[in-house]
């Protein structure tokens, strides 16, 4: 991760994800409905069809979240928020969940630990303490011990940061092959062949093009991706892996 990337993060610029496997922990979901809808989530997420679970869902093969065996699902409707309940359980995490720094994050000299939000709000920090959310800010995890993670534990998204890239060069370095470290080099080619992989699990550029635009729109970006332009970046990856 260079320290640019770093920098940015730290100042909110841009999102960075940390991968969990089979972490325990507690998730704490704010879901709308209020209170005709609030056993209905409750029975979404014990049978397992709730974007965390659903292999449907699109964040499924980001990251997901299964509750324990008979966990007890904590819920309540929220006074003064009309039509939104809060839902806690324990269970797993897998997958890629977003962090994001907290004021003292920027002072660790050590790895970071994972807190949260709960903490964060209460200004109870510890150096090096982010938070982890999951697929916005109204969902995010909690830890009953402490989980530190490294700083070369961090990911980027591909689909993020290297439009940003293209869009900060100039015409004339645009119609040169773009430059990137061997860091950054493995990381998009990770991503792409960890996350957008066709049905059958193998490398399809339309459908990985597809994919790309379909989620890059979700996250506010018009770019289109063509099945040519995946194909020349796994085919340039390939070629210089060591």
């Not at 819920?75 to 839902?87: K, M, P, Q, T």
């Not at 359980?89 to 920027?106: F, I, M, Q």
Request: charged share 30%.
């Amino acid at each position: 991760m260079s320290d640019n990337v770093l920098n940015d993060w730290l100042d909110h610029k841009v999102p960075l994800y940390i991968r969990l496997d089979a972490l325990p922990c507690q998730i704490v979901r704010y879901l709308g409905g209020g209170q005709f809808l609030l056993k209905d989530w409750e029975r979404k997420i014990k049978s397992g069809i709730d974007y965390y679970q659903h292999e449907k869902m699109p964040e499924f093969k980001i990251r997901q979240f299964y509750p324990e065996k008979d966990a007890e699902i904590e819920s309540r409707l929220l006074e003064g928020d009309l039509g939104i309940c809060r839902y806690t359980y324990n269970g797993h995490a897998h997958g890629y969940w977003r962090v994001k720094a907290t004021p003292v994050t920027r002072f660790a000299e050590g790895p970071y630990v994972l807190v949260d939000m709960d903490t964060v709000r209460e200004n109870n920090n510890i150096a090096g303490a982010i938070a982890v959310y999951g697929k916005d800010d109204w969902d995010y995890l909690i830890f009953q011990n402490k989980v530190y993670r490294d700083k070369s534990e961090l990911f980027f998204d591909a689909q993020v940061l290297l439009p940003e890239s293209e869009e900060s060069m100039s015409e004339e370095k645009k119609t040169k092959q773009t430059r990137i470290s061997r860091s950054e080099r493995i990381a998009l080619y990770v991503m792409l062949k960890e996350h957008y992989l066709d049905g059958n699990n193998d490398v399809n550029y339309s459908k990985m093009a597809e994919m790309l635009t379909v989620t890059a729109r979700k996250h506010g970006f018009s770019k289109a991706f063509s099945d040519d332009t995946i194909a020349e970046w796994i085919k340039r990856f390939e070629d210089k892996k060591e």
